[in-house]
């Protein structure tokens, strides 16, 4: 219990840390933007300082508001409602499609064939899509050029299992146990956009519905992120 | 906008620092505003000032935003409110309608929206349409929407809607007529504003269409605006 609690304790630690880099970065810009601005008499030089102001200001709302809706997901009660895993997956593999580093990416999509379907899922549907589009885009952004990203959907009678393969640089060992975290970004990857929610998200998605996350990678060769769900019946049983 | 026929905001927040900026905003806008820092003081304000709308923040300290809505309601007052609420759940946004709230608005929020939001509420009270915010039951031609058991119907038949396919035709029926971006439709109905989560509103979209047997390019009910949103254009009446 005592280890629970330390584990626990040392978390939000390491979250509190994160959350003031990441607000400080975006705070400093402004107030560097804002002495700018008072000190330039050219217009549209002000215009463009001020339009950074906005940028920043944007970004953190779009911080706030990634972290109250992982806040909600972890308590609100779930719509539970027959999931087409298939559908989910073909429809999320289309929008991957129109990523703007698609193009630069071999992309592929892996499911069974048609007297193998998949059980549906009982869930959130929008949440479950959400969950499989950030892993697709997550590898988009970590994966360069030429890279192959495959998303795979299979199941036996009680589980159904997505998998995002990449043939990417992969994950440093000591990075590996952190990547599910809030806010964490590796330092191999700080230049990378992105606000840090995206993999938070895909987990706590998936546990409340009763699945879980795995994650394998070796350098130089690729990452593999796996998720698994309980079929429908076998969760209402 | 002539001086005289400006329309009066009350902008009740108990943040000085956004009520001083809020507020010169909305006057370069076109309005006349008044400031409240609390419940009680929106409350003495909305009759000493008389306002055609009323812009409420919810987390006040004493008398919250919802209070305040609540007492004007029962006391059968219905100047138009826009919530500013960091309301989460689906359920929660859904009860921020029935409570009589004209619509609401997540902070941070840019205050363009807002100025569009205000603008559109007034539209419609301007052109003698009552509320459809006090509403439990709205109609449009064959369909009915019954807001408290969450049920519809068309030409007689019960339709089998998921929850959101039946919270996104519920602000849209409580919007007629307006554009409504798909980041809003976002905002307002699932909480979100993730770019990928745009296809979840085209996804119930389609379910609702399919549903209303409604044709995309002669609709009767939804219209898409292509590039810009969708549209609610059958008239809605209130049913008592």
Known sequence: MQAFRNRASEERQRFLRRLDHELKNPLTAIRAGLANVAAVPDEEERHRILESIEAQVVHLGHLTTSLRKLAELET??????????????????????????????????????????????????????????????????????????????????????????DSGPGILPGDIPHVWEELYRSQEVHSVPGSGIGLALVRTIVERHGGQVGLHSEVGRGTLFTFWLPAQDVSES | MSADTKSKILLVDDDSAITESLAPFLERAGFTVSVAVDGEDALLRSGSFAPELIVLDVIMPQLDGREVLRHLREAENWTPVILLTQVGEASERAMALEEGADDYLNKPFDPHELVARIRAVLRRSALG???????????????????????????SEELSLTPKAFALLEYLMTHPDELITRDRLLDAVWGWDYPAGIRAVDTRVAELRKALADDPSDPHYVETLPGQGYRFVGAVEVVS
Do not use: M
């Open chain 2, 129 to 155: 349409q009552p509320s459809l915010t006090a509403a439990q039951r709205l109609a449009c031609q064959d369909l009915l929407l019954d807001r408290t058991s969450r049920r519809a119907w068309h030409d």
């Open chain 1, 76 to 165: 609100r009660p779930l719509e539970r409602l027959p999931v087409d895993v298939l559908e989910l997956l073909r429809t999320a593999y289309d929008l991957a499609l129109e990523h703007p580093l698609a193009a630069e990416r071999q992309l592929a999509l892996v499911l069974p064939e048609r007297h193998h379907p998949l059980p549906p899922v009982s869930g959130d549907h929008d949440l479950l899509s959400l969950a499989v589009y950030n892993l697709l885009d997550n590898a988009l952004k970590f994966t360069h050029t030429g890279d192959t990203i495959e998303l795979r959907g299979f199941a036996n009678e009680t589980t159904v299992v997505v998998e995002v393969a």
